[in-house]
């Protein structure tokens, strides 16, 4: 039964690098609200948004301090009340920088006057849109895409089959959506609802991983007839759409294409929750669950407030253990390294995780084209290739064999023999290609 839900490809880590066991049976517990928070305007995808307030404002919680500068754009929110200090550059965890305004709490924690939906049962497409879009509301698995941009969909034409909830959470050592599903089944259930009549969707399935057994009980304790809650085989990265589309519907999601293509919108269960609290209780997005696991002396998922740093979550963590070599933002799979802990939570933070000596970066040898990078692979691409063709800044090469349908989850990396970096590969060769064809739209137009 289950081996007809499986996708192509994928890896299952072994327990030793999966970390989930520690915080998955952990409450949420809020983190203490920091002395002062870094809050970017570019902590999603798109154009950053541009900041509404100057030094030397008073704000309050869940005011609007960025207000989105595009379509593909997302507005951000005060997470604390109290003193602008300053409209100045961060770094975030991708190493890119962006404006942020600084926040000096005042820790009366004064909310703006907040405007719930008169008649949440009879929104229609646009009115949730624009609610989601006022509540600066972005994809919480990690991508942070906006979510405004997902759910315009155009339902006078074709309204979708599925709406697809994203309750894997594959990434090892993230548990903060399984804590989320296990304490908030009415209100995932509920905002799920609210999606499926605006948007005049029959059917809602939550894919959730069969590791997750007290998950999966209390969503179909909270579930409604029309709402199926999946168990799936453990597999990374069943989380991704596409394998999560293939896995819950076997629809195939074209080369290039998006889960609406063939009739189906993906939400990650945070962002359901998000949209719940914003419909129902009219709040913008201003914190988020965040695991932190590892190396740290007391893991657990924490409910931190945006702009806190990374320095500040470890503190409330109770700090680092001897034998911490790596920081990541995110998972071990798909996260990006940090050398530094002043860099803020975002909304995309799904987790913090401190790695010990499993994480130094063995010294690679030549491919010997043994093909697991092939197998592993859910895109079914030949990752060796693309990595010999970037090697040598054939980025042509890299772009005919399927650099850009990556999507970047490691899993050709993590079983790769020959310790080769086939991950880093293709992002390099993606972000080249990218880049070269900006340059030649731009050159285009001039």
Known sequence: MFQKRLFPGGI??????????????????????PARVVIPMGQHIGAPAKPVVKKGDL??????????NGFVSANVHASVSGKVAAVQNCVLANGMES??????NDFQDEWVE????????????????????????????????????????????????????????????LTADHRLMVENP?????????????????????????????????????????????????????GGEKQLVYAT?????????????????????GTIFAIDEAVRLGKPLVSRITSVGGLVNEPGNYRVRIGATVEQLLDACGGLQDGAVKLLSGGPMMGAAISRTDIPVTKATSGIIALGKEAVEPEES???????????????????????AMRMDNYEAAEKVGAMNCI??????????AKRSLTQSCRTAKKVINTRRKQAAAKKEG
């Open 99 to 104: 404006v942020a305004v600084v926040i000096d």
């Open 366 to 388: 030549p491919c010997i084209r043994c093909g697991r990078c092939m197998r592993a692979c859910p895109m079914n691409l030949a990752p060796a290739k693309i990595d010999a």
């Open 249 to 269: 519907t076997r629809r195939k999601v074209p080369t290039g294409g998006l889960p609406l293509a063939v009739g189906c919108v993906v939400v990650n269960v």
């Open 59 to 68: 704000v309050k919680v869940g005011q609007l301090i960025g207000e989105a």
């Open 186 to 238: 009415d209100k995932i259930i509920d905002g799920i609802r609210i999606v499926m009549l605006a948007l005049n969707i029959k059917e809602a399935i939550i894919g959730v991983e069969n590791n997750k057994p007290d998950a999966i009980e209390a969503l179909r304790a909270a579930a409604t007839e029309n709402i199926k809650v999946m168990a799936l085989p453990v597999r990374y990265p069943e």
């Open 408 to 417: 970047e989850c490691g899993c050709c990396t993590f079983v790769c023999p």
């Open 114 to 173: 907040l405007t719930p939906a008169e008649k949440p049962e009879h929104l229609n497409g646009e009115q949730l849109v624009e609610i989601v879009r006022n509540a600066g509301i972005v994809g919480m698995g990690g991508a942070g895409f906006p979510t405004a941009v997902k759910l315009k969909v155009d339902t006078a034409k074709s309204a979708p089959d599925y709406l697809i909830i994203n309750g894997s959470e594959c990434e090892p050592y």
């Open 12 to 33: 299952h880590p072994h327990k030793g690098v999966n970390g989930k066991a520690v915080t998955g049976v952990k409450p949420i517990v809020d983190a203490p609200a």
